[in-house]
């Protein structure tokens, strides 16, 4: 009766491949190796003396003129952007991406060379739930260049990217939800693209020794150079969306939300991928254990226990912190490891099982049906649930409260509640109960 969350995932087994950095010219190969749950990706330079291995954190994040550089000390990996896109797009948690070079291969220029290698590999089912970032309500940063990153809650990663050159030459426009199967089809091909403007500077100071029309789209006015062909009529906007979702994968997980974007840049993108870390980590201090106020007519564990004949480990109400009317009550119960039941749901990987909700549900509506009959000499005996959904997985450390309102008491026998469970604002699971009055 739980619901199912999503597991992390890992590449099935070491794959590599070889190319040119776009920065120094010189021939880099990659590796990317498995990694354990809750690892995160990490780069290792095999180049290196002792090897070191830098997390792809926003913390971690240098410099962002024209790619997105990592470091650490003295430790440098440029030009992360297209790998790690791909890494998260394709729904890699966890690995080990060795170079001996300070940048991955460039490649097209696209994300082609990242898909394929993961492909190769494998992506595997690890124990570990999957950890998520859920957009609560809207975000945004805006930048002096004009870029606009807006982010909204959604159930799914969503992109909405609309690029445009200078004096909005080459606007393009696209919209789509990211998913393994539509960032390979539609996203990962997509090219770089520079102006010529720009990057003419660049090669005079030979800051590009890598860089050519073999992995890069030049604009020159109106003129659009490459060694192919336009692989879309949109390559740009295309383009754009892979870099956001290769800057916001330094976030370190995966994001439920719609991203809405208007000229974005690594600078923009890198923003939005701190304000999300900021708020995840306010999010998790939150989720430390806090004092729940005793609200007006709450109830405190003595006073539940008498009138509920459960007991450990069966009581599954804390406390109430306060009735709302006649027909409405809201109750807290705190979920740590140590509750019996997760030493089977699962090993290794703790769920709140849905029907132990159903259980809390059930408990707090009886707190409210005998308040209302003013009465314990009667037990109220759980007779059905209707629409019952588990929408989230409940963990250890959650902080679950529980809202139950009477909808409808038939006679002095006979009652339903609608009942729903939410933890850090969002609800994880909901259901209509009802009930049948009999004399102790
Ligand atoms: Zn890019």
Known sequence: MASIPELQHTVGKTAGFSGTSLHTGEKVSLKLHPAPADHGIKFKRKDLQDEPTIDANIDNLKTVERATTLGEGAMRVHTVEHVLAALSAMGVDNAVVEMDANEPPIGDGSAQSYVDLIKKAGVTAQEQPRRFFDVREPMHVESKTGALLVLLPDDTFRISCTQAGPNNRFAQF?????????????????????????????????LIKGGSLENAIVIRGDAVLSKEPLRFADEFVRHKILDIIGDLALVGRQIRGHVVAVKPG???????????????TRRSAMSAPRAIPLGDGGL????IMKILPHRYPFLMVDRVIGFEGENKITAVKSITINEPFFQ????????????????????VASLLLFKLAKT????????SADG????????PGDTMFIHAELTKSRGERL????????VNDAVVSEGELM?????K
């Open 174 to 206: 696209l919209s789509t939800e990211i998913t393994p199967a539509v960032f390979e089809r539609e996203i990962a091909p997509a090219r770089t693209f520079v102006y010529y403007e720009d990057v003419q500077p660049l090669m005079e100071k030979n």
């Open 344 to 363: 089977g749901h699962f090993p290794g990987h703790p769920v709140m099982p849905g029907v132990m909700q159903v259980e809390a549900m059930a408990q």
């Open 376 to 383: 314990t000499s009667r037990i109220g005996y759980f007779m």
């Open 415 to 422: 009652a339903k509640a609608k009942c729903h469970c939410v």
């Open 388 to 395: 019952v959904k588990f929408r989230k997985p409940v963990l």
């Open 435 to 439: 009930f049948m009055f009999l004399d």
């Open 266 to 280: 690594h600078a923009a993108n890198a923003e939005l991928a701190r304000a999300l870390a900021r708020e995840q």
């Open 300 to 303: 405190d564990t003595d006073e």
